[in-house]
């Protein structure tokens, strides 16, 4: 039988892999801070129209997103995963904690390279719009100065 001191170590430590654990996500999220920007699909829903609708854009426009180091998220009930990246699942309720997106809420979040929030919407962003939303960043301008200078 541990002595108290013993006991409460060990309930300290409890404590520490919990907070730990709690971060997961977090974590998860901020290897990709600075190398790409996020676009996390919320949609609990059973068709999942969201989801779909917003997937199907994102893979007709590979080149263009892997341009910006966009990488899809797909968060649907309890779980999400990185789409075209080996990236082990996420716990979907820490996430939607992250950006603040209820459960059943059907939302489309932007995280840029910065880890910031850079827009919401609770439909579909076309891909049109996306661009748009990403290129007037300041980074992403940095970015296309870049590319026109190597060029």
């Known amino acids: 039988m541990p002595s108290k001191r013993t006991a409460s170590w060990m309930i300290?430590?409890?404590?520490?892999?919990?907070?730990a654990t709690s971060?997961?996500?977090?974590?998860d999220l901020s290897e990709f801070q600075w190398k790409n920007r996020l676009l996390l699909v919320f949609d609990d829903s059973k068709d999942a129209a969201l989801l779909r609708t917003q997937r199907k854009i994102y893979d007709e426009n590979q080149a263009e997103m892997k341009e910006r180091n966009l990488l899809f998220f797909e968060v649907a009930k309890d779980r999400a995963r990185v789409i075209g990246k080996p990236a082990p699942e996420m716990d979907a309720a820490k996430l939607r904690s992250l950006v603040s997106?209820?459960?059943q809420?059907?939302?489309v979040v932007l995280i840029g390279k910065d880890g910031g929030v850079k827009h919401r919407r609770e439909g579909v962003i076309e891909a049109?719009?996306?661009f748009a939303i990403i290129d007037a960043m300041p980074m992403r301008q940095?970015?296309?100065r870049s590319n026109d200078e190597i060029k």
């Not at 300290?12 to 907070?19: K, Q």
């Not at 971060?23 to 974590?27: K, N």
């Open 12 to 19: 300290g430590l409890s404590a520490l892999a919990v907070f």
């Open 23 to 27: 971060s997961a996500v977090y974590a």
């Open 101 to 103: 997106v209820e459960s």
């Open 105 to 107: 809420e059907k939302q």
């Open 128 to 130: 049109p719009d996306l």
């Open 142 to 144: 940095i970015e296309m």
